[in-house]
Nanobody, 127 residues
Framework: QVQLVESGGGSVQAGGSLRLSCAAS????????MAWFRQAPGKEREGVAL????????FYADSVKGRFTISHDNFVNTVYLQMNSLKPEDTAMYYC????????????????????WGQGTQVTVSS
C-alpha cells in the first residue's frame, strides 16, 4: 500500500506560481507512475500531468503544456508540480495519484488507471 500526502497549495494572483509536493510512503519501490489530477467544483476530475518514475517520461494535459512541470525525486519519494503563469481556470483541488503498474489502458489521464490517491490540496487563482 502507498500513502500520499500533498502540500503547497494556496491562493495566488493570475500570472503567479506555486509548487505542489506529494510525499509517498509505504511500499514505494514498486511505484511505476505518479500523476497530478485536479477537480473544480461541479466538474469531473481531470489529469494534469504524469511521470514514469523509472525513465522520467512525462505527459501533460493540453491546457497546462508550457506552464506546468512535473518532476520526481526517487530518493525522497516525492513528486512535484511546478505551476507557472497560473490562470483563474487553474483553480481546483489538486490530487496526487500513484500506481504500481507501468502500463495503463486507454488514456493516461483516466482516474481508473491509478490505485492510490492523496487527500488533495486547494489551489485558488484570482484575476
Amino acid at each position: 500500500q502507498v500513502q500520499l500526502v500533498e502540500s503547497g497549495g494556496g491562493s495566488v494572483q493570475a500570472g503567479g506560481s506555486l509548487r505542489l509536493s506529494c510525499a509517498a510512503s509505504g511500499v514505494t519501490d514498486s511505484i511505476e507512475r505518479m500523476a497530478w489530477f485536479r477537480q473544480a467544483p461541479g466538474k469531473e476530475r481531470e489529469g494534469v500531468a504524469l511521470i514514469f518514475t523509472s525513465n522520467k517520461r512525462t505527459f501533460y494535459a493540453d491546457s497546462v503544456k508550457g506552464r506546468f512541470t512535473i518532476s520526481h525525486d526517487n530518493f525522497v519519494n516525492t513528486v512535484y508540480l511546478q505551476m507557472n503563469s497560473l490562470k483563474p481556470e487553474d483553480t481546483a483541488m489538486y490530487y496526487c495519484a500513484a500506481d504500481y503498474r507501468y502500463y495503463y489502458t486507454g488514456r493516461w489521464s483516466e482516474v481508473a488507471n491509478f490505485q492510490f490517491w492523496g487527500q488533495g490540496t486547494q489551489v485558488t487563482v484570482s484575476s
